[in-house]
């Protein structure tokens, strides 16, 4: 091809994902190259791009991988969205030999940071830059302006940048994009940025579960209040379509019932979450929020074995309508509504400050040297955590680079004391209930635990030390301790440990 007609950049993989931001990238003006294994996928995006834009779009459907190659300018960018996986490593392989030194690569899917470290070492033998990026925002964020998350090469950002600024979704600071920094750092912050989803999703549904079966609204009301909701604080792609998911109804019933009742209560998952809370142990971050998330999809995934668990421990005597009619029959709806509200909101700023001590824990223990304050902003459009609050903690951290916890930022502390007396009323509401919170539950016991200057670790520290002679330290002078306390406890003597020291 002459220079004047090959592509400002490729893309290979045209499932949804790809197709549309195959198609957003051409309708900002980037001339792009597609290629697929399949034909078929190329044929419809070409369809695609004649039905959906007015004009025709700068889009060139290639039909194999040495055809698609030559068709882009150098130094070529080359942007990957396959299957997390070995489907990558095959796309790659694939690619490889046919790139020029200088040539860039940049895998768009949710995959494991390590994986793109290992990546970027097998493409830099041939002289081709990596990138490893987080792309959040769904289907339609792909199509009209998603969050980019580009961590990797450098170099490889600088040769796309301007593509990517013009592609990313736009907020009143800038485009949703930056360079995250070195090697798989953007693949980790899309995983964690999906913890925070999966905690947010879980927060949520445990809001609707205390508002629907204590308070007894309808999904008419729900709709009502989530609508209201994100006019104010907890203003959010995940509150807005929640709202909207409520006003369904069962088109294949036409009953004037709702679809939303009559979905398996069995949730999905694709392994970010996973990924996240393993990455929390490993690097000793408390995220029980995260965590309890997780935990509630494995639990949602027994439905039969639920379902056997309600049967026969209502044959033992457990009588759950009953203990839900009753606490419903003594509460006020109104106050009920807020401080359901109230509890959200404190129970997301701890989800976020979980998925945020693990980022900067993370970017400790690799030198990445992540801006959560930049973070917190390219997340503030396009992606599925996209809310208003996080132009605030944004600032949290533009005050405060260092910042332990935005559980301490004296804007976030504040609203967390005013709120924690309704946070703890729908947590126990719901525990009298018996209906479970473990989202909420997580949260408010994060909050305690991290505000209290002394906890019963002294017990436990004792325990580890009467088993295991592992020591305790004091707090009234400095080294380190044993006690023989079975034999003193024997012998009834109170008195100080040995010095290790």
Same mark, same amino acid.
């Given at each position: 091809m002459e220079a004047a007609t090959l592509s400002r950049i490729g893309l290979v993989g045209l499932a949804v994902m790809g197709q549309n931001l195959a198609l957003n990238i051409a309708e900002k003006g980037f001339p792009i190259s597609v290629y697929n294994r399949s034909s078929s996928k190329t044929d419809d995006t070409l369809r695609r791009a004649l039905s959906e834009s007015p004009s025709p779009l700068p889009l060139t459907p290639t039909y194999t991988p040495r055809d698609f190659v030559l068709s882009i300018a150098p130094p070529r960018s080359i942007v990957i969205?396959?299957?997390?996986?070995?489907?990558?490593?095959?796309?790659?392989?694939?690619?490889?030999?046919?790139?020029?030194? =200088?040539?860039? !690569?940049?895998?768009?899917? #949710?995959?494991?940071?390590?994986?793109?470290?290992?990546? $970027? %070492? /097998? *493409?830099?033998?041939?002289?081709?830059?990596?990138?490893?990026?987080?792309?959040?925002?769904?289907?339609?964020?792909?199509?009209?302006?998603?969050?980019?998350?580009?961590?990797?090469?450098?170099?490889?950002?600088?040769?796309?940048?301007?593509?990517?600024?013009?592609?990313?979704?736009?907020?009143?600071?800038?485009?949703?994009?930056?360079?995250?920094?070195?090697?798989?750092? =953007?693949?980790? !912050?899309?995983?964690?940025? #999906?913890?925070?989803?999966?905690?947010?999703?879980?927060? $949520? %549904? /445990? *809001?609707?579960?205390?508002?629907?079966?204590?308070?007894?609204?309808?999904?008419?009301?729900?709709?009502?209040?989530?609508?209201?909701?994100?006019?104010?604080?907890?203003?959010?792609?995940?509150?807005?379509?929640?709202?909207?998911?409520?006003?369904?109804g069962d088109e294949l019933k036409n009953d004037g019932s709702y679809l939303v009742d009559k979905i398996l209560d069995k949730t999905g998952m694709k392994g970010t979450g996973k990924w996240t809370v393993q990455q929390a142990a490993e690097l000793s971050v408390a995220a029980p929020t995260i965590a309890a998330s997780l935990d509630c999809r494995y639990l949602s995934g027994l439905k039969e074995e639920r379902e056997r668990a309600s049967s026969t421990l209502q044959e033992a005597g457990l009588k759950d309508d009953e203990v839900i009619a009753r606490v419903h029959g003594s509460v006020d709806r109104k106050r009920l509504i807020d401080d359901v509200r109230q509890a959200l909101y404190a129970s997301k700023i701890c989800s976020y400050a979980q998925g945020m001590n693990l980022l900067r824990a993370k970017s400790i223990e690799q030198g990445w040297n992540l801006n959560l304050g930049e973070l917190a902003r390219i997340w503030k459009g396009g992606c599925i955590i996209r809310a208003v609050f996080l132009d605030r903690i944004k600032k949290a951290y533009q005050r405060n680079p260092d910042l332990a916890s935005l559980v301490v930022d004296p804007e976030f502390a504040l609203e967390m004391v005013q709120r924690q007396a309704a946070w703890r009323r729908v947590v126990g509401l719901a525990i009298s209930a018996g209906i479970s919170t473990p989202g909420m539950c997580a949260s408010l016991a994060y909050f305690d635990t991290y505000r209290r200057a002394r906890l019963p670790a002294n017990l436990v520290q004792a325990q580890r030390d009467l088993f295991g002679a592992h020591t305790y330290e004091r707090t009234d002078r400095p080294g380190s301790f044993h006690t023989e306390w079975t034999k003193l406890a024997k012998k009834g003597q109170v008195g100080a440990g040995a010095s290790l020291n």
């Amino acid at each position: 091809m002459e220079a004047a007609t090959l592509s400002r950049i490729g893309l290979v993989g045209l499932a949804v994902m790809g197709q549309n931001l195959a198609l957003n990238i051409a309708e900002k003006g980037f001339p792009i190259s597609v290629y697929n294994r399949s034909s078929s996928k190329t044929d419809d995006t070409l369809r695609r791009a004649l039905s959906e834009s007015p004009s025709p779009l700068p889009l060139t459907p290639t039909y194999t991988p040495r055809d698609f190659v030559l068709s882009i300018a150098p130094p070529r960018s080359i942007v990957i969205l396959v299957k997390a996986g070995d489907a990558v490593d095959s796309t790659l392989s694939s690619l490889l030999p046919l790139l020029s030194p =200088g040539d860039s !690569v940049i895998d768009g899917g #949710n995959e494991w940071y390590l994986n793109t470290e290992r990546r $970027i %070492s /097998e *493409a830099a033998r041939h002289g081709v830059l990596y990138l490893g990026m987080g792309v959040s925002g769904g289907e339609e964020g792909a199509r009209h302006g998603p969050s980019l998350m580009p961590g990797g090469s450098r170099a490889a950002y600088d040769n796309v940048s301007n593509v990517l600024f013009r592609v990313a979704a736009q907020v009143d600071d800038g485009p949703c994009v930056t360079y995250i920094g070195e090697g798989g750092s =953007g693949n980790f !912050v899309k995983m964690v940025h #999906n913890g925070i989803e999966y905690g947010d999703m879980q927060l $949520i %549904s /445990e *809001a609707y579960d205390v508002l629907k079966h204590v308070g007894g609204l309808s999904n008419q009301e729900l709709a009502a209040i989530f609508d209201e909701w994100n006019r104010g604080e907890l203003e959010s792609f995940l509150i807005e379509i929640t709202g909207d998911i409520f006003k369904v109804g069962d088109e294949l019933k036409n009953d004037g019932s709702y679809l939303v009742d009559k979905i398996l209560d069995k949730t999905g998952m694709k392994g970010t979450g996973k990924w996240t809370v393993q990455q929390a142990a490993e690097l000793s971050v408390a995220a029980p929020t995260i965590a309890a998330s997780l935990d509630c999809r494995y639990l949602s995934g027994l439905k039969e074995e639920r379902e056997r668990a309600s049967s026969t421990l209502q044959e033992a005597g457990l009588k759950d309508d009953e203990v839900i009619a009753r606490v419903h029959g003594s509460v006020d709806r109104k106050r009920l509504i807020d401080d359901v509200r109230q509890a959200l909101y404190a129970s997301k700023i701890c989800s976020y400050a979980q998925g945020m001590n693990l980022l900067r824990a993370k970017s400790i223990e690799q030198g990445w040297n992540l801006n959560l304050g930049e973070l917190a902003r390219i997340w503030k459009g396009g992606c599925i955590i996209r809310a208003v609050f996080l132009d605030r903690i944004k600032k949290a951290y533009q005050r405060n680079p260092d910042l332990a916890s935005l559980v301490v930022d004296p804007e976030f502390a504040l609203e967390m004391v005013q709120r924690q007396a309704a946070w703890r009323r729908v947590v126990g509401l719901a525990i009298s209930a018996g209906i479970s919170t473990p989202g909420m539950c997580a949260s408010l016991a994060y909050f305690d635990t991290y505000r209290r200057a002394r906890l019963p670790a002294n017990l436990v520290q004792a325990q580890r030390d009467l088993f295991g002679a592992h020591t305790y330290e004091r707090t009234d002078r400095p080294g380190s301790f044993h006690t023989e306390w079975t034999k003193l406890a024997k012998k009834g003597q109170v008195g100080a440990g040995a010095s290790l020291n």
